[in-house]
């Protein structure tokens, strides 16, 4: 089964600063995706950026990157010039390529990274 | 706009109730997902439907169970409510792989329940 590990459970980093969220993930399959999701404290959970194991290039969109090592399972989400908005639970999700139908539909969390966002 | 609509952001039950958490999407999606959210534990899933009355039980399926009579409603119904069933509920629904590629999870509000 695959697992999903996220082990910063918090985060701080200063307004205008860079800052890194570590996510491993284990799985047998060769092709799946995975998502980073923002989730402020409106509860509304929002897509931040995918990346399709197939794709050798990181995904960016804008300040939003990822750095994904498929040998390596990482798949870690860099957020540059940070902003007050950005302050957050950050999860990190996989989900299969396959479309077997059931369980191959899961998707599959991460527990979560609390990012505070320093003014 | 696209849009999963769960039908409360917060309840209060009793113990011993039984309770419907209601999910509706316009997004003509095959899948749907219920997850439970606690602190540190991150989202673990209920239960999940890929197509109309269609179930499969998730990681924590006990004391749950579900209903998809449309393909827009998913329903999580709480037996008897107890008091370790307090959380956040969120509803999620996608479109089944290769319906389309890359293919992304929308998410209601969230439903804060307390049971007490």
């Known amino acids: 089964a695959q697992t999903v590990t996220q082990s910063q459970p918090e985060m701080s980093v200063q307004e205008a600063e860079t800052v890194t969220l570590s996510c491993t993930y284990d799985t047998s399959e060769s092709d799946y995706y995975l998502f980073w999701y923002k989730q402020p404290p409106s509860r509304q959970m929002i897509l931040v950026i995918r990346?399709?194991?197939?794709?050798?290039q990181n995904a960016t969109e804008n300040r939003f990157s990822v750095n994904f090592q498929k040998a390596a399972k990482s798949f870690s989400l860099k957020i540059s010039d940070s902003q007050l908005g950005d302050a957050a639970m950050y999860f990190c999700a996989y989900r299969s390529h396959l479309n077997y139908g059931g369980a191959t539909n899961k998707l599959i969390f991460g527990t979560g990274t609390l990012l505070a966002v320093q003014p | 706009d696209v849009k999963v609509t769960q039908s409360s952001r917060y309840l209060v039950k009793r113990t011993g109730e039984k309770v419907f958490l209601e999910c509706v999407q316009d997004?003509?999606?095959?899948?749907m997902f219920w997850y439970r959210q606690d602190p540190g534990l991150g989202l673990r899933l209920i239960y999940f439907?890929?197509?109309?009355?269609?179930?499969e039980k998730g990681d924590i399926p006990e004391g749950y169970s579900v209903s998809r009579e449309k393909k827009e409603r998913f329903s999580l119904i709480l037996e008897s409510a107890s008091t370790n069933q307090t959380s956040m509920y969120l509803c999620a629904s996608s479109h089944r792989q290769g319906h389309c590629a890359n293919t992304e999870a929308f998410f209601g509000q969230g439903t804060r329940l307390t049971v007490v």
């Open positions: 439907s890929y197509d109309v009355k269609m179930k």
């Open positions: 997004m003509d999606h095959e899948n």
């Open positions: 990346q399709e194991a197939y794709k050798q």
